[in-house]
C-alpha cells in the first residue's frame, strides 16, 4: 500500500486546511483501501509522533484526540481512496508534519490510535500555522 499525502502549506492563526491522503495497492494478504483503517498523525520538531484522528472501513466510526476534537475531522472517500483531514480555527500549536497511515488488520467498524497500529506511512506534509 502506497500514501501520499498533500494539501499542506503555511497559513496564519484563525484559518483552515485540507489534507488529503491517497492511497493505492493492497496489503499481502488483499486488502485495498476500503478495508483498511486510516489515520492521521503529526509529529512537531523535536517532539514524538503523536496520534491526530482515525476512521474506520466505511467512515461510520472516527476517532479524535481530545485536544483537538470540534476543530477537526477526518473523513475518507472510498470511490476516491482518500481520506481527509479538514483542519478549522488553525492555531500555531498545530504546526507540524503530519502523516497518513493505513493498518492492514482490523475489522469494519473500528480504529487505531497508537503509531504502533499502523503498517503503511505516506511521506507527511507540513502545515506551518503562524501567529
Known amino acids: 500500500v502506497q500514501l501520499q499525502a498533500f494539501g499542506g502549506g503555511l497559513v496564519q492563526a484563525g484559518a483552515s486546511l485540507r489534507l488529503s491522503c491517497a492511497a493505492s495497492?493492497?496489503?499481502?494478504?488483499?486488502?485495498?483501501?476500503?478495508?483498511?483503517?486510516m489515520g492521521w498523525f503529526r509529529q512537531a520538531s523535536g517532539k514524538e509522533r503523536e496520534s491526530v484522528a482515525s476512521i474506520s472501513w466505511a467512515g461510520t466510526r472516527t476517532y479524535y484526540a481530545d485536544a483537538l476534537k470540534g476543530r477537526f475531522t477526518i473523513s475518507r472517500d472510498n470511490a476516491k481512496n482518500t481520506v481527509y483531514l479538514q483542519m478549522n480555527s488553525l492555531e500555531p500549536e498545530d504546526t507540524a508534519v503530519y502523516y497518513c497511515?493505513?493498518?492492514?488488520?482490523?475489522?469494519?467498524?473500528?480504529?487505531?490510535?497508537?503509531?504502533?497500529?499502523?503498517?503503511?506511512w505516506g511521506q507527511g506534509t507540513l502545515v506551518t500555522v503562524s501567529s
Open positions: 495497492g493492497r496489503t499481502p494478504s488483499g486488502r485495498t483501501f476500503s478495508a483498511l483503517v
Open positions: 497511515a493505513a493498518r492492514s488488520s482490523g475489522v469494519s467498524g473500528s480504529y487505531a490510535y497508537e503509531v504502533r497500529d499502523y503498517d503503511y
